[in-house]
């Protein structure tokens, strides 16, 4: 006998009829290893990641695992030009077209 699972409709990706602006939607305070470019070279180290974006009126929502698919597609050494690629990477990718992106050290006790 072959069991028959309900599929689950995708919420998120389907048109909001409210016409809302959101804002801020994203993850904050994601500890995540990171390489870092140097002068010398890189060095490894934990970063502490806030990653936002502003969603059209259109748009009900969106799914925060992509943000953290973004962040595990990132192999460059965190610099300038790679948290710029970052940046349109995560825009491209949730279909949005203004985001932030602030990225820290936790403090090492």
Same mark, same amino acid.
């Given at each position: ?35 870092? *470019? ?12 806030? =990653?936002?974006? !502003? @969603?059209? /009126? %259109? ?16 192999? *460059? ?12 990477? =995560?825009?491209? !990718? @949730?279909? /949005? %077209? ?12």
């Amino acid at each position: 006998m072959d069991m028959v699972l309900p599929t689950l409709t995708d919420v998120q990706s389907s048109a909001d009829r409210r016409n809302v602006v959101i804002q801020r939607v994203g993850i904050k305070s994601v500890t995540h290893p990171m390489v870092v *470019a140097t002068r010398g070279g890189t060095q490894p180290s934990v970063a502490l990641i806030d =990653m936002y974006v !502003r @969603l059209p /009126a %259109e748009v009900k929502g969106t799914h925060m695992s992509r943000f953290l698919e973004v962040l595990n597609e990132m192999h *460059a050494p965190l610099s300038v030009e790679s948290l710029r690629a970052l940046m349109a990477a =995560m825009l491209r !990718r @949730l279909g /949005a %077209e203004a985001g932030f992106i602030e990225i820290g050290q936790p403090d090492f006790d």
